[in-house]
């Protein structure tokens, strides 16, 4: 099921409007320093009354039946607001995880609890060296004896791994990477925060000794999921680059109308025009290759793997160029850490290299292109 045009832009005007009161730089500044590094209660109200966690959930687990063209409106706005808040985490990767597995036990025991917001999640893949090619994965998975698993290794750069309910972890076993389930309080499970450029995203280091883990999905089927949940996410990720690049675009353009120099404002003079101009094109092409990607996505098409590969390179590039141009017009106050363009330059850096970065991504396009 997919929403017309009219449903879509009621939609992104309610979460506009709800992030607006909800998200404000304030609130984000406020959270950046905070732990948990998001408001339980914002998030509450985000999945009893806007129900978004939902929208990409099937019916039969609680959802709405909707899908990736509905999120991606939903992710463009939270990107726009820079919204501190489990949803990318526990919606985007944890939720496609399950999905992806084709495990239906595990989705009937977990996805309900995430439609309804009762159950944060999160999927921890990289290790180090912040790679998610299965190749690179050391954490190891062996039997318990008794129909489980032990879990041993560590991950970093996990999105909100401090505070997720449920961690879906890829770990080694002999028949190669798989997929694990492992409950917060897990005996043998350390989390501690990390600091990263980007504070608007939680981010933290796991540490497995023996920690008790189902499988979710068969053994050895964890390279498989992941390419697949790596589609998802990078298409989720543009969404929300997407949403961050017009916010800059939009605080250049208010910002160039009203401050003057030499008697004119700023945004009369050919070199800032250009800086707009510029930034202009990119956020389209950063929205179209979105959105379309998205639409892909909802149909199942066969091209939809090469699509969200081109959307996650355009979508870094153009949030990268919108968010420097933006320090620019703004001059030397945009240079300053009280304003808000900062936060959003640390976003777009962060995001360029949340799955491995330009030479990554680039090299997975030529990959799905079969080159």
Known sequence: MTADESELRELRASVRDFLEAKSSE????????????????????????????GLALPEEYGG??????????????????????????????????????????????????????????????AEDSGSWDPVLISARAVPDGGGGWKLSGRKSFVIDGTTADLLLVVARTVAGPSLFA?????????????????????????????V????????????RIMAKVLDIASVGLAAEQAGGARRCLEASAEYARVRHQFGRPIGSFQAVKHKCADMLVQVELAEASAREAARLAAEDAPDFPV?????????????????MENI???????????????LYFR???????????PAVYHERLLDRLGI
């Open 182 to 210: 492992v409950d917060r309080a897990a005996v043998g499970l350390a989390a501690d925060p990390m600091k990263t450029l980007d504070a608007t995203r939680a981010m933290a280091r796991l540490t497995f000794d023996a």
């Open 212 to 223: 008790p883990a189902t499988l979710v999905g068969t053994d050895g089927a964890g390279g």
């Open 328 to 342: 620019q017009v703004h001059g030397g106050i945009g240079f300053t850490w009280e304003h808000p363009a900062h």
């Open 26 to 53: 304030e609130a984000v500044r406020k959270l950046m320093e905070s732990e948990p590094r998001y408001d339980p209660a914002v998030y509450a109200q985000l999945t009893e009354q806007l129900r978004l966690p």
């Open 64 to 125: 709405d039946g909707f899908g990736p063209v509905e999120v991606g409106v939903v992710l463009e706005e939270m990107g726009r607001a820079l919204l501190c808040a489990p949803f990318f985490a526990t919606v985007v990767l944890a939720a496609q995880a399950l999905l992806a597995s084709g495990d239906k036990e595990a989705c009937a025991r977990h996805l309900p609890g995430i439609a309804t917001g009762r159950t944060t999640a999160t999927l921890a893949v």
């Open 347 to 357: 976003r777009a850096k962060s995001s360029q290299l949340l799955f491995g970065g």
């Open 307 to 323: 699509a969200a590969a081109v959307a996650h390179a355009c979508c870094s590039r153009a949030y990268m160029v919108a968010a």
